[in-house]
């Protein structure tokens, strides 16, 4: 997530979908009549969804998975409905926190980013400021504490800022925002692995299925999505409705 309030383009989000394989999912649409308006991946087994735009209000909200105090399984809520809330409201969603398992929330658009922590037991909020930051399952690590936040935080702090939300293909409009976001090359097995795959018990693999890019700006929302992290050429925009192209 990289903030610049006085860039052309100042919210740019990557993100990056981990996810056991056999879950069955779809591709970013318009899939939820009670939220007209936003796009995002569909989770097919609950419903929801990791990552929700709002177009129209120059809105993202993702969702993380936390560490803390998992809900009672009599209770427990599906947390892919909170993006969706967010995205719609621009805040965290008014619901009882004690049916969810432990999360990260952000929420971003032109007057800001917010996280929001809950580890079961208590919420707590965080205005992001200036700069690149990078959220993993353990929230914010320093670059010397994660060797994935090590590795890729500084490259794409460097890495050049589009300067404009326009039309065009991935590559050309995201330069080496595209490359890093597609994993910059570093094997699933490294430590330092964006995209990972590993074997989770017996016959069940754990791996980052989709990652996606969102730009936000005045003139526009830009959505690229790749369903396919193994394969790079997959990447493609996703179609955005005529109010929210600016």
Do not use: C
Request: charge should be negative; avoid cysteine.
């Amino acid at each position: 997530m990289s903030v610049e309030p006085d860039a052309e383009v100042p919210v740019l989000l990557a993100g990056v979908r981990d996810e056991f394989v056999a879950r069955p999912w779809m591709s970013p649409g318009a899939y939820w009549p009670e939220h007209p308006g936003l796009i995002g991946g569909r989770d097919l087994l609950a419903g929801g969804t990791w990552l929700a735009v709002n177009p129209a209000a120059r809105r993202v909200a993702a969702l993380l998975n936390g560490q803390g105090r998992p809900a009672g399984l009599d209770v427990r809520l599906t947390r892919g409905d909170l993006p969706l809330l967010a995205a719609d409201a621009g805040e965290m969603p008014h619901v009882d926190l004690s049916r969810y398992d432990p999360f990260y929330l952000v929420v971003a658009g032109l007057d800001g980013v917010r996280l929001w922590t809950w580890n079961g037991e208590r919420i707590a909020e965080e205005k992001l400021p200036r700069g690149l930051h990078v959220i993993v399952n353990a929230g914010m690590p320093g670059e010397d504490e994660n060797a994935r936040v090590g590795y890729f935080r500084p490259r794409f702090a460097r890495a050049a800022r589009p300067e404009r939300v326009t039309g065009g293909a991935p590559d050309r409009f995201w330069g080496d925002w595209l490359e890093l976001a597609s994993g910059d090359g570093v094997p699933a097995d490294d430590p330092r692995a964006l995209l990972v795959r590993h074997e989770v018990g017996e016959r069940r693999v754990y791996a980052s299925l989709s990652v996606t890019l969102v730009a936000l700006a005045e003139n526009g929302v830009r959505y690229d999505f790749l369903p396919f992290p193994e394969d790079p050429r997959t990447w493609h925009t996703v179609e955005i409705p005529a109010e929210g192209r600016g």
